[in-house]
């Protein structure tokens, strides 16, 4: 049963004790510039301070400029003019540096494939990739949002472990859709290619013959989308873990 969240819910004082402490920690910033006949001066302003932070923590979208991203992304790599409004962004984890990454609905890997070979060298093992891998965690049903950790390579804590020792239940990878998507809008920012010295595997995904798909650089430059047995390891491959709803 889910806990509903109310003032007596372990969870409200977790949410409030970092906002305390936040706060804290910017007024005390600000308070050690101040003068006294500053302090004075706010001190008599509660109504306007209250007013200001009421204002500020209203805010109904957080990530607006997140979204805008990703709107002009589809609309510049897919003609597409997608609504990113009310789309749900789930939680973002706290541990280390995430990406938001906004899949479309209805969008396919063969389109994804198509318009990554259209911006760079890019090589696959199967003609139609949808067709090829029919299981993921996440399908384009609707447009949704995911959390994907950032960096070059896969995560350091799963490099070297095979798909059944880190992910056997599709719970924390990357599906290949998400790893394109990311490739391609990485490519777009700064020029280059992720996974130049290993490989991700997507284990939100699984080929139909129950292989997971993988994505990495080749030596010749090109991006490659290839397979590999879910027993199977490298030192330099691992998973790239993913957070949605």
């Given amino acids: 049963m889910k806990m509903e969240q109310t003032s007596k819910s372990p969870k409200f004082f977790i949410k409030l004790g970092i906002?305390?402490?936040?706060?804290?920690?910017?007024?005390?910033v600000i308070f050690m510039q101040m003068s006294e006949a500053d302090l004075q001066y706010w001190i008599g302003k509660k109504k306007l301070i209250r007013k200001q932070l009421r204002e500020m923590f209203n805010q109904t979208d957080l990530f607006a400029?997140?979204?805008?991203?990703?709107?002009?992304?589809?609309?510049?790599?897919?003609?597409?003019?997608?609504?990113?409004?009310d789309v749900h962004i789930p939680e973002k984890p706290t541990d280390g540096d995430w990406r938001?990454?906004?899949?479309?609905?209805?969008?396919?890997?063969?389109?994804?494939?198509?318009?990554?070979?259209?911006?760079?060298?890019s090589g696959k093992y199967a003609n139609d990739l949808?067709?090829?891998?029919?299981?993921?965690?996440?399908?384009?049903?609707?447009?949704?949002a995911v959390w994907v950790r950032v960096g070059v390579e896969p995560d350091e804590k799963y490099l070297g472990k095979s798909t059944n020792q880190a992910d056997p239940d599709m719970k924390i990878g990357v599906t290949l859709l998400e790893r394109l998507l990311l490739e391609i809008?990485?490519?777009d920012?700064?020029?280059?290619?992720?996974?130049v010295v290993g490989g991700t595997l997507c284990s939100g995904s699984r080929h139909s013959d129950g292989y997971v798909p993988c994505v990495y650089l080749c030596s010749f430059g090109c991006v490659y989308v290839d397979w590999g047995t879910l027993g199977g390891s490298s030192a330099s491959y691992g998973v790239r873990r993913a957070v949605s709803t």
């Fill in 100 to 121: 938001l990454i906004i899949v479309a609905c209805g969008l396919t890997l063969n389109q994804v494939f198509d318009c990554m070979a259209n911006a760079f060298k």
């Fill in 185 to 187: 809008i990485y490519f």
């Fill in 19 to 28: 906002l305390i402490g936040f706060i804290v920690e910017v007024v005390t």
């Fill in 65 to 85: 400029e997140e979204k805008e991203v990703w709107r002009k992304f589809y609309q510049k790599y897919f003609s597409l003019d997608l609504s990113v409004a």
């Fill in 189 to 195: 920012e700064t020029g280059k290619h992720l996974d």
């Fill in 130 to 144: 949808d067709a090829s891998v029919t299981k993921n965690a996440r399908d384009t049903k609707t447009t949704y």
